[in-house]
């Protein structure tokens, strides 16, 4: 009877032991599984849960449940007081209850034990805005940029916090020698943060060498000149791209120190490839003079930019000469207009046979720009161009 007994209590406490490792190896994956996280709450033992919990208190806090989510997250605290998790989910309940002062010792507590976890991160971000305190908000906004988060939620804290000046001198003083997620900040900045503000930023990280990706950044400053952002595009490629050597809307003429790896600026000269198209470039007495050869039939783009000319009536001319063969058009220039929702429509061509043409700007949807230079089969060369009020 007594070896019955013994190998029942055997039986029973390998099943009991089956069950609480089951039970933890559930709870541990609920901790980012939030369907694991339910069949836990439902089948395992309370004795077993506690990694769960964290999912269980972020579900309740995201369906408005925040009496659940508080009860969620002292039990986590209980059974695991050491991580930060805990304390970060707290002070999220509080801040939401109203009760920053408890909030701000609840984040301030889970920053001591590791800014590792983002949701801690996050709530110092919400507390800072709240509290009005801009250093702590900045700081931890910039931190995760930094880890390569660029969220929707990271996104509007963001604009939150560079809304306010105090925040957009907060934000700056973080800023340093960035290698990577300006790259991802500047191209949100330049549609979500105020002409203002950006400048700000974008000096103060120019100032202390941030390393600006100016390749990638480039057509995004053409593609925000044709949507009505002439100010914004200026403002990041003059101070984070442009080496001193900004080019003007209202300046036409071709650049020396463009060379075949220089990144293009909002109001650059292109000059896009072709085939059968051959450009040089030569210093000629009133500055730069393209030369250009076309061998193909079909008539091809010696160069383009963006403009910002305002309704009215204008004259183009260009020195050179153009020598084009039997039956194709010498230079000529295209017009297209850009609305600030970014379509587009041509306005026509001019031929500048004699070195000028004149052109007309509507005073609707046409924000700004695309000057195009085409050339059927010939060869010439151009330069000197200037646009005037005629």
Known sequence: MASLFGRTAWFAALALAAVAAVGVQLDREGRRNFAVAQVVRDSVPPLFRSASLESLAHDAYDRGDLAAGMALSRDFIRRRPIPSEGLALLGFGQLQQGDQDAALRSVIMAGDRGWRDRFTQESLVMLGLQAQEWGIAAQRTVALWRVGVNDDRLKDMTADLLSQPQGVEAFAAQVGQEKYWA?????????????????????????????????????RTLALVRSGRAETAAILWRNLCANGRFTQPGAFAF???????????????????????DRTFTQGKNGVVLQYRNRE????????????????????RLDGAAHAEAGFRPVVLQIVCYAKDGSARRLGDGEMTSGSTEFFIPDTFCDSQELVLLSGRGEGEVGNMTISAS
């Open 183 to 219: 790259n991802a900040f500047l191209p949100w900045a330049a549609t979500a943060v105020a002409p203002p503000a950006l400048t700000t930023v974008a000096s103060t990280m120019a100032r202390k060498g941030a390393r600006v990706d100016c390749g990638a950044l480039s057509p």
């Open 255 to 277: 650049r020396e120190d463009m060379g075949d790896d220089a990144p293009i600026g909002p109001y650059d000269w292109q000059y896009p490839e072709a085939v059968g198209l």
């Open 297 to 316: 039939p079909l008539r091809s783009v010696i160069a383009k930019r963006n403009a910002l000319l305002g309704p009215g009536r204008y004259v183009a």
